[in-house]
Nanobody, 124 residues
Framework: QVQLVETGGGSVQAGGSLRLSCAASGRTFTNYLMAWFRQSEGSEREFVAGIGRSGGRTFYTNSVKGRFTISKDNTKNTVYLQVNSLKFEDTAVYYC?????????????????WGQGTQVTVSS
C-alpha cells in the first residue's frame, strides 16, 4: 500500500511557475512507477507526466513538453512536478498517481493509487 499527498498548488498569473510535490508513504517508494495527471472542469482526467523507477526516464504529454519537468527524490519519497510558463489552459486539479506496473502507461485506469489533488489556477 502507498498513500500520496499532493501540495504546492495555488493561483498564479500566466507565465508564472509552481512546484508541485507528491509525498508518498507506505511501501517502498522505488517499487512504484509515478505519474502526474490533471483534470479541468468538464474534462476527463489527462496524463501530464510520468517517471521511471530510477528517475532516469521521463514522459510528457505534448501540450506541456518543454514547460513542465517531473523529477523524483527516492531518499525523500517524493515526486515533483515543476510547472513553468503556465497558461490559462493549464488550470486544473493536479493528481499524483502510482502503481507497480510492469511497463510504463499513460492511461489513468492503469494506476491504482491516487492522491487527493492540488488545485492550480492560472489567470490571464
Amino acid at each position: 500500500q502507498v498513500q500520496l499527498v499532493e501540495t504546492g498548488g495555488g493561483s498564479v498569473q500566466a507565465g508564472g511557475s509552481l512546484r508541485l510535490s507528491c509525498a508518498a508513504s507506505g511501501r517502498t517508494f522505488t517499487n512504484y512507477l509515478m505519474a502526474w495527471f490533471r483534470q479541468s472542469e468538464g474534462s476527463e482526467r489527462e496524463f501530464v507526466a510520468g517517471i521511471g523507477r530510477s528517475g532516469g526516464r521521463t514522459f510528457y504529454t505534448n501540450s506541456v513538453k518543454g514547460r513542465f519537468t517531473i523529477s523524483k527524490d527516492n531518499t525523500k519519497n517524493t515526486v515533483y512536478l515543476q510547472v513553468n510558463s503556465l497558461k490559462f489552459e493549464d488550470t486544473a486539479v493536479y493528481y499524483c498517481a502510482a502503481d507497480e506496473l510492469g511497463v510504463y502507461s499513460r492511461a489513468a485506469n492503469m494506476y491504482h493509487y491516487w492522491g487527493q489533488g492540488t488545485q492550480v489556477t492560472v489567470s490571464s
